[in-house]
């Protein structure tokens, strides 16, 4: 399993930025993108900040109500107490950092599941999956790559199309792109609703994704 650090945390914020097509900064050491399509403002990430540092990101995400701060750690209950002393509401506590190696996935564009179309878009470093059924959109996902890592975002499947497949096709369709280029691991960020398909498919949790917003 990849230990997960500060630069693996940039490359999935630089990764999940870019298949967005988001500004990045950092603060210190703390990677941000700016959410022009959503807040129209910064979210801050860190893993596992000191106290101190969860206080000075509190008071930067304090400064704007659109502003987010995430936080990757293993000691979520920690943080759910400091947010409140410094001003922050709990968003999201739902999401998991995972990672796969690369090595053995399939390389070969899968073929579409009957009756559905698939289209595949390669802009760069960066690579789009939309199926659709009689026009109708079905799922969709994306894939970039940074520094020998793909970094999957955006994996959808609509819920009148649900547990069909299309999760796993989209999956395998983004990697037969990502190997396209010379990478040895994948990065994500799930929901609780796509732990069971990616741990399926061979992902490892790393930590826990904790978003926290300026309490109004």
């Known amino acids: 399993m990849r230990v997960l650090n500060d630069d693996l945390l940039e490359t999935w914020v630089t990764g999940w930025a870019r298949s967005r ?5 950092k603060e210190g050491r703390f990677p941000a993108a700016f959410l022009h399509d959503k807040t129209n403002d910064w979210e801050y990430f860190a893993l596992e900040p000191s106290n101190d540092e969860f206080a000075a990101l509190a008071s930067s995400a304090r400064k704007s109500p659109g502003r987010l701060f995430t936080i990757v ?9 400091a947010a409140h002393v410094y001003g922050l509401n ?18 070969e564009d899968p073929l579409p599941l009957d009756g559905f179309e698939a289209e595949t878009v390669r802009s760069g470093e960066v690579g789009t999956v939309t199926v659709t059924f009689n026009g109708e959109p ?33 999956m395998r369709a ?8 010379d990478v040895d691991a ?20 790393l ?8 309490r109004l």
């Open 21 to 25: 097509g988001y500004q990045t900064r």
């Open 73 to 81: 750690t293993g000691r979520m209950n920690e943080f759910d107490g």
């Open 90 to 107: 709990l968003r999201s506590v739902d999401e998991v950092f995972m990672t796969l190696d690369m090595s053995g996935q399939d390389i």
């Open 138 to 170: 079905a799922a969709r996902g994306s894939v970039a790559m940074v520094e020998g890592y793909a970094v999957y975002d955006r994996i959808v499947t609509e819920p009148d199309f649900r547990r069909r497949g299309l999760g796993s096709y989209v």
């Open 174 to 181: 983004l990697t037969a792109v990502a190997l396209e280029h």
């Open 186 to 205: 994948g990065l994500l960020v799930a929901t609780v609703d796509g732990l069971g398909l990616y741990s399926y498919l061979g992902w490892e949790n």
């Open 207 to 214: 930590a826990s994704v904790v978003m926290f917003e300026p």
